[in-house]
């Protein structure tokens, strides 16, 4: 059960509404044919996380998270491959993130809950990407919420009440969709609903624990599943 009324649906975007692992390791095999593209994007992942901490640990100035991706990929291909990319590659494998491909069942479920709720995305990427990566996977958004307009990466406070500031309604107003538990539990933290989408494959070949839990207001199996239940 929901806590009240919902106005705004904040959806992460990196494995919640897109399929980054099918995405960036099919670009990876063209760039880097002699490598394990999968093993390489899932390697790449991993490295990211640790990145925007130290900015928001503050041990570096803001940094896009285009320009993070860049240096932890250099930094992922010279320690487990020894392999020193151009940069026509390095320029390639970061513009796969902008690219990936929408889960089947997002795009015309964002159609769904577009008619009843205000959709955005809040996503760690920066507005140029996410705006790339809407065209190219059909994402219905009305309001972009990246990471450069707070200057701050989730899970700061400013990513989360920047959406609520932003578009002017209370935080138990606003419901994070997401499929990453840490991720919920933040926005949790700042007040708002919480809905939880299982993405078994965000990992590909890796298993990934199902992590839904009675906390959130919703947990469920799809975008459209959960237009479903909001009456959608």
Known sequence: MTAGPIKVLAFDTFGTVTDWHTGVSGVLAGVFPELDSS????????????????????ERPWTLLDDLQRETLVDV??????????DQQLDEAVHAWHVIPAWPDVSDALRRLKQKYTICALSNGNVALLNEMAKAS??????????????????????????????QVQPHEAMMVATHATDL???RGFGL????????????????????????AFNVGGIDELATALGC
């Open 138 to 167: 059909d994402l219905p958004w009305d309001v972009i919420g990246g990471s450069d307009l707070w200057r701050h990466y989730k899970p700061a406070r400013e990513t989360y009440l920047g959406i609520v500031d932003l578009l």
């Open 185 to 187: 539990a933040a926005a």
């Open 193 to 216: 609903q919480t809905a939880y989408v299982e993405r078994p494959r965000e990992w590909g070949p890796e298993t990934k624990v199902a992590e839904p839990s009675g906390l959130n």
């Open 77 to 86: 291909l010279a320690e487990a491959y020894d392999v020193v990319a151009t």
């Open 39 to 58: 093993e390489l994007a899932r390697a790449w992942r991993r490295r990211y996380p640790p990145a925007m901490a130290e900015v928001e640990a503050g």
